[in-house]
């Protein structure tokens, strides 16, 4: 069962709306009792790096995370500040990220986007690096919806899976064992987003 | 690439959908789940809805409804209508909307703004500008769904904003409003230099052609409309519509605008 945590940031609602509507079971998980007969995770996440930070150490659900995580190795998705939170740390605030996957995250550079708005926002196309299962039965370029100003940048190139560019590249999509991380908004990108979903309740 | 974005605006009244021609004339329109699941099926970019009585008649915003539509909308949403403090719109956030609008707290109470870009996020705090030409030239920004006129200088107003740390400002021309006549492109053309955020144009949007010439005019842009969405031909005839993949595609090539690319 897939289990959908809950620590007061993200949108909780829109990923439960497309796993029931998919027919895969799912639960959400609020606190550490609930993480039974989970065996995939996803972490969802809006806001600010600080504040989904904080919030998920106050939730008292990180250190049952990083056992699930890191030593049961069960799938988990973190989701735009939620894959943020996979890295050391961000230049958006000081607190201490997850440490998940090797890499930080920056700002983008106002000078490369040349006359484009800063956050990013909008339909941009995700261009796959490394096959992989997570994209099966995805159209060509697929289009998703971004809205950030952030983004993840993996230390490990054979982590990034998918790229989008925005001025310049960006890491997108990133995978490392069995801990992934999406910049845009599966949840927010109608038949893309669904499809992706499904793969990520598949795997 | 990232391409400009065309975004329904729906306007809720008496628990329904309604389209207004310069703020005035409520239409009737539908039900508001029921338009939300059919720019589902089309698959809009993003959908915008705001509720014009909620700070009119100084009351709260209509959670409940607008879980429901959250709870529906598969694109992303923006909500706007009554929002005054920051523990509404982070209520209203947890619904499960993507960005909180807000218009007459604004020029209110500017600081609401920074107040809830910090619990929220600054990429989900928009500003609606409700402006209306003013006899001699220039333009005067209202409140309270064009009702109150302010003193507020909109050039300045918008640096505020920023500042501020506001994601998103939609320009709202409350002349144009339900007009269907094309966007006031010299408003945009004044304000688009001020702005480093997202931008969305709302107000005037009459055929596809218009959103066409918006982006030819300014590249990465958000081409929002009511009318246009909501009505179907010189009559006005109720039928809730959105371009095709194709056409919105086809739209953006023959624009031929510099997108953001490698």
Same mark, same amino acid.
């Given at each position: ?38 065996s ?30 890191l030593?049961k ?69 697929p ?8 983004y ?34 599966p ?17 | ?16 959908l ?74 209203i ?33 928009v ?13 005067d ?49 004044? *304000? !688009?230099? &001020? @702005? #480093? ?8 949007? /009459? %055929? +596809?052609?218009? *959103? !066409?010439? &918006? @982006? #030819? ?8 409309? /009511? %009318? +246009?969405?909501?009505? !179907? ?13 194709l ?16």
């Amino acid at each position: 069962m897939i289990g959908i945590i809950d620590y007061g940031v993200g949108n909780i609602k829109a990923f439960s709306n497309i796993y029931q509507n998919l027919n895969i079971p799912f639960k959400v998980v609020k606190n550490i009792d609930d993480f039974e007969n989970v065996s995939k995770l996803i972490l969802p996440g809006v806001g600010s790096f600080d504040h989904a930070m904080t919030s998920l150490q106050s939730s008292g659900m990180k250190e049952k995370l990083d056992e699930l995580v890191l030593a049961k190795k069960l799938p988990i998705i973190g989701i735009c500040v939620g894959m943020q939170m996979l890295a050391k740390s961000s230049e958006e605030g000081v607190s201490d990220g997850l440490s998940w996957i090797d890499g930080v995250v920056k700002k983008f550079d106002k000078s490369k986007i040349k006359n484009g708005p800063l956050p990013h926002m909008g339909w941009n196309t995700l261009n796959i690096e490394k096959q992989n299962t997570i994209f099966d039965n995805l159209e060509e370029n697929p289009r998703y919806y971004f809205l950030h100003s952030y983004y993840f940048e993996c230390n490990n190139k054979e982590d990034v899976i998918a790229t989008a560019t925005y001025g310049e590249k960006f890491h997108c999509m990133i995978n490392h064992e069995n801990i992934y991380g999406i910049q845009c908004h599966p949840e927010k990108s109608h038949h893309n987003g669904i499809q992706l979903l499904k793969n990520f309740g598949e795997l | 690439m990232l391409a400009p974005r065309i975004i329904p605006c729906l306007l809720v009244h008496n628990k329904g959908l309604v389209k207004t021609v310069k703020f005035k004339d409520a239409k009737y329109v539908g039900d508001p789940i029921n338009a939300v699941k059919i720019f589902n099926e089309k698959e809009s970019d993003e959908l915008m809805v705001l509720d014009i009585d909620a700070t009119v008649q100084n009351r709260e915003p209509d959670y409940k409804m607008i879980e429901n539509l959250a709870t529906e909308c598969r694109m992303p949403l923006c909500y706007g209508g009554g929002i005054k403090t920051v523990e509404q719109a982070t209520r209203i956030f947890n619904l499960g909307v993507e960005k909180i609008a807000i218009s007459s707290a604004a020029v209110e109470n500017p600081k609401l703004l920074s107040d809830i870009a910090k619990e929220v996020g600054n990429q989900s705090v928009v500003v609606v500008i409700d402006v209306k030409k003013k006899m001699f030239g220039g333009y005067d920004v209202y409140t309270h769904n064009g009702t109150k006129k302010t003193k507020i200088d909109l050039e300045k107003f918008i640096s505020e904003l920023q500042s501020l740390g506001v994601g998103e400002i939609v320009m709202n021309s409350i002349d144009n409003d339900g007009i269907m006549n094309g966007y006031d492109l010299s408003l945009i053309e004044k *304000i !688009k230099p &001020l @702005i #480093e955020v997202p931008m969305t144009v709302l107000g005037g949007a /009459g %055929s +596809l052609n218009d *959103i !066409k010439t &918006l @982006i #030819e005019k300014f590249g990465i842009i958000g081409c929002a409309s /009511g %009318s +246009l969405f909501v009505f !179907k031909g010189k009559y006005r005839a109720v039928l809730i519509n959105y371009p095709k993949s194709l056409e919105k595609q086809q739209l953006i090539k023959d624009s031929k605008v510099e997108v953001i690319n490698v």
